[in-house]
């Protein structure tokens, strides 16, 4: 007996801990339950209150406008007319038909003193009519003026700066000719040759600029100093001086 009642206390306390443990359980639930369904019907009461709140104090929208009443017709005017406008068919045949007229036909307008144009007259138009005239217009209008011709440049064409001569021609016209130096370096590397050096004469003759166009390179030097020293007479074009640009040959022979 003695050992049925050391075994029955562990399970009995253990009996006593669940039973502890599922109502701590319930208690704590239906306070959570009871604090959720207590904010949210609060939050909801507060949204309430804020709402009516704010219809309160906004007033309402003001009422449309009244529509604008509708345009008065405007009377109508009536024009009683004493004779029948445009032409009317006779009842009897005419008996003496008229020559006709040389003059152009006259109508008559629905207004009493309007002459000329057609029936009713035309805004714009000329009293009597123009023949052969467009209604609104003012009367035959000529062709129009040709535009006046752009004014002449009297003023001649000014003539080139700079012209440009052959070899031949340039060189007859030169009035003092210098004789290049040979080298002493080319003449004892037994150097020979022709070197074309073109220059620029001013409206002078003197030679302002000379460069070699081709040649051995131990004689270019020599003709270009050569060419600087040469004059020439002024060119005229048209009665003014021009600068020219032409080439001398110079031929290095041993």
Same mark, same amino acid.
């Given at each position: ?12 306390? $253990?009996?006593? $801990?669940? /039973? ?28 309430? =209150? ?16 009244? *529509? ?21 068919? @006779? ?34 138009? !000329?009293?009597?009519?123009?023949? +052969? ?6 009367? *035959? ?20 700066? /700079? /012209? ?13 000719? !210098? =004789? ?22 001013? =409206?002078? +003759? ?5 460069? @070699? ?31 020219? /640009? ?9």
């Amino acid at each position: 007996m003695f050992d049925q009642l050391v075994t029955s206390s562990p399970v009995k306390r $253990r009996s006593d $801990r669940w /039973i502890y443990f599922c109502v701590t359980a319930a208690v704590w639930v239906s306070l959570l339950t009871a604090v959720i369904v207590w904010g949210i019907v609060a939050y909801d009461a507060k949204l309430n =209150e804020q709402f009516n709140l704010l219809t309160l104090l906004s007033p309402p929208p003001p009422p449309p406008p009244p *529509p604008p009443p509708p345009p008065a017709a405007a009377p109508v005017k009536v024009v009683k007319q004493d004779a029948p406008v445009g032409f009317v068919s @006779a009842k009897e045949p005419p008996k003496d038909i008229k020559p006709p007229s040389p003059k152009p036909p006259v109508f008559v307008s629905s207004n009493a003193g309007d002459i000329g144009g057609q029936p009713g007259g035309v805004p714009g138009g !000329v009293p009597g009519g123009v023949p +052969g005239g467009v209604p609104g217009g003012i009367g *035959p209008t000529g062709p129009a003026e040709p535009p006046p011709p752009p004014p002449e440049d009297k003023k001649p064409p000014e003539p080139p700066k /700079i /012209i440009r001569k052959s070899g031949g021609v340039f060189q007859g016209s030169a009035t003092r000719k !210098v =004789e290049p130096t040979y080298p002493p370096l080319a003449k004892a590397a037994r150097v020979n040759g022709q070197v074309v050096v073109e220059v620029t004469v001013d =409206e002078q +003759g003197n030679v302002i600029s000379a460069r @070699a166009l081709n040649g051995h390179p131990l004689l270019k030097d020599a003709a270009v100093n050569a060419a600087k020293g040469w004059k020439f007479s002024p060119t005229m074009l048209t009665g003014v001086p021009v600068k020219v /640009i032409g080439t001398i040959t110079f031929n290095f022979n041993l």
